[in-house]
C-alpha cells in the first residue's frame, strides 16, 4: 500500500545521485538513439580470433581518436529469467526484473513511470521500439502500453520474406536498412529503441553473411558466437552510415548496449579455451559484463570510463542528460556520470560486484588477487544487506503494483494504456 512505497521512496532518495553539472541538459532536445546488442558481451570488445578483429567497428568506437564516445568497460548487465524483457524493463524504469519469471509476461498492466512517458510528458518526445519479431514475444505489444512507447514497428512492418529472416526473425541488415525510412518519418524529438536479434542463441549464420571463420572450441554454439557478432558489427557500421547519410546522427544521442551474456555456463569448457582461463564463479560474473557506448552530441566523449556500472543506470543517466532530474522518480540505479554514483552492481540473484571485491555464491572474493576473502569486512557484508535490501523493495514496487500511489511531481500523468495501439502496417 501506501506505506509501502513511502519505504521505497526513501531508500532511492536516498540512493540518489545529484548531475555531473556540465552534463546535466547536454543532450536537451536530442533524439535518442538507443541500440540493442542482442546477447553481446564484453569479451567480444578488441578480440581477436584467427589474427581477426572480431567487432572492428565497435571497436573503433570504443577507441576513436576524435572522443565522441564513451565506453563503460565495467559495465554489467543483471537480468534473469526475463532476458531480453528484463533489460528492456530495468533500462527503461530503473527496476530489477524479477528474481523469478518475467515482469513483461506477468506485470504487463502494472503502473510504470518509464522513460518513453516521461520523455514524452517533460520534453515532447515521441518514442517507438524497433524489432524484427511478432510483436507478442514477450507480451512487449501489452508492456509497451503501459510503458508509453508511442509507436511499436514489429515484424508486419518489415520484408520478412526468407531470405530475410533466421532463428528468431528478422536478419539484423534488413532490420537497419528497412528502419531508416521510418526514424525519417518520426516526429523530433524520439527515443527511438532499435533492438537487434541475429546475435542470439544459437548464433544461426547463412554462409554468405558470415565473414569470418567460427573459432574452432569445437562447441558450435560458442564456435558461431563471432560469426553473428562480426554480423552485427557490420549491420551496425552500416546503420551509422545510413543515419549519417539521413541527417539523423549528428542531432542524436546515440546509446549502445549489450543485453545479457550469450554464452551460459553450459558453456565454460569452450570458453576456458576463449578466455585463457578457468571459468571459476569469479570469472563467470567478471563475463557478465556487456558494453555500454554512448555519445552525446556537442559533448566530447572520455574515451574508456571505468565506473562499476549497470543496466539499472541507464534511465537516470539519460534523464539527466536531457536535463531531466531524476530526484523525482523512484529509480534504483544512479546516474553514471555522477561524482555521486553508486558504483555496486547487484545480480538479480544476490550476487554483486564492486570495484575491489565481489560476492559470488555465499563468498566475498578480492577482484585484484581473485582470492577468497576469508575474512570479510563489516563494509563487505553491509553492502550485501543493501543490495538484498534494494532487490526486495524493487521486486515490492512489481509485485505491489506500487507506482499506483506515487505521484512523481505536479506535472506527472498517469500513463492511459487506452491512448496506445498497435497495428499491423496497412499495405
Ligand atoms: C525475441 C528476442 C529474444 O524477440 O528479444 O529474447 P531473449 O531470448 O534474448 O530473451
Ligand atoms: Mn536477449
Not at 563467470?284 to 557506448?293: A, G, H, K, M, T
Amino acid at each position: 500500500d501506501s506505506d509501502d512505497i513511502t519505504e521505497v521512496q526513501n531508500y532511492t532518495k536516498t540512493k540518489y545521485a545529484e548531475p555531473n553539472e556540465e552534463l546535466f541538459g547536454a543532450g536537451e532536445g536530442k533524439n535518442i538513439i538507443k541500440i540493442h546488442l542482442e546477447s553481446f558481451q564484453s569479451f567480444l570488445i578488441d578480440y581477436e580470433l584467427h589474427g581477426e578483429e572480431v567487432t572492428p567497428f565497435l571497436n573503433s568506437l570504443v577507441h576513436d581518436e576524435d572522443r565522441d564516445f564513451t565506453y563503460f568497460d565495467n559495465f554489467f548487465h543483471q537480468t534473469g529469467q526475463g532476458k531480453t524483457a528484463d533489460a528492456e524493463l530495468t533500462t527503461d524504469t530503473s527496476l530489477y526484473g524479477l528474481s523469478q519469471g518475467s515482469a513483461f509476461s506477468t506485470k504487463a498492466n502494472n503502473t510504470y513511470q518509464a522513460l518513453p512517458a516521461i520523455l514524452e510528458q517533460q520534453q515532447g518526445y515521441t518514442s517507438a521500439v524497433f524489432h524484427g519479431d511478432g510483436k507478442s514475444f514477450w507480451n512487449r505489444d501489452k508492456v509497451y502500453k503501459s510503458l508509453g512507447v508511442n509507436e511499436f514497428y514489429y515484424d508486419s512492418y518489415y520484408d520478412m520474406s526468407e531470405e530475410n529472416v533466421i532463428n528468431y526473425g528478422l536478419k539484423d541488415k534488413p532490420f537497419f536498412d528497412e528502419s531508416i525510412p521510418y526514424l525519417e518519418e518520426m516526429d523530433q524529438p524520439f527515443y527511438a529503441h532499435m533492438m537487434t536479434l541475429t546475435h542470439h542463441h544459437p548464433y544461426l549464420i547463412d554462409e554468405e553473411d558470415a565473414t569470418i571463420a567460427p573459432a574452432e572450441t569445437g562447441d558450435p554454439s560458442v564456435d558461431r558466437y563471432f560469426q553473428t557478432a562480426r554480423y552485427l558489427d557490420e549491420a551496425l557500421e552500416q546503420f551509422f552510415k545510413d543515419l549519417k547519410e539521413a541527417g539523423l546522427y549528428e542531432d542524436s544521442i546515440i546509446m549502445i548496449y549489450g543485453d545479457h551474456y550469450g554464452i551460459s555456463e553450459n558453456h565454460n569448457r569452450a570458453m576456458k579455451e576463449i578466455t585463457g582461463e578457468e571459468i571459476t564463479p569469479l570469472k563467470n560474473s567478471e563475463l557478465q559484463r556487456v558494453p555500454f557506448i554512448i555519445r552525446v552530441p556537442g559533448l566530447d566523449g572520455q574515451g574508456i570510463n571505468h565506473e562499476f556500472s549497470s543496466l539499472i543506470d541507464v534511465m537516470p543517466t539519460l534523464l539527466h542528460l536531457v536535463g531531466i532530474d531524476a530526484q523525482d522518480y523512484i529509480l534504483f540505479g544512479t546516474d553514471m556520470f555522477s561524482e555521486n554514483h553508486k558504483g555496486y552492481v547487484p545480480f538479480r540473484n544476490g550476487d554483486f560486484v564492486t570495484e575491489e571485491y565481489s560476492y559470488i555464491n555465499g563468498i566475498y572474493y578480492d577482484n585484484q588477487s581473485k582470492e577468497e576473502i576469508t575474512e570479510p569486512t563489516e563494509e563487505m557484508s553491509h553492502m550485501k544487506e543493501t543490495v538484498h535490501h534494494e532487490l526486495e523493495l524493487s521486486d515490492r514496487v512489481l509485485n505491489g503494483d506500487l507506482l499506483r500511489f506515487y505521484t512523481p511531481n505536479e506535472e506527472w500523468e498517469p500513463v492511459n494504456r487506452d491512448d496506445y495501439s498497435y497495428p499491423e502496417k496497412k499495405v
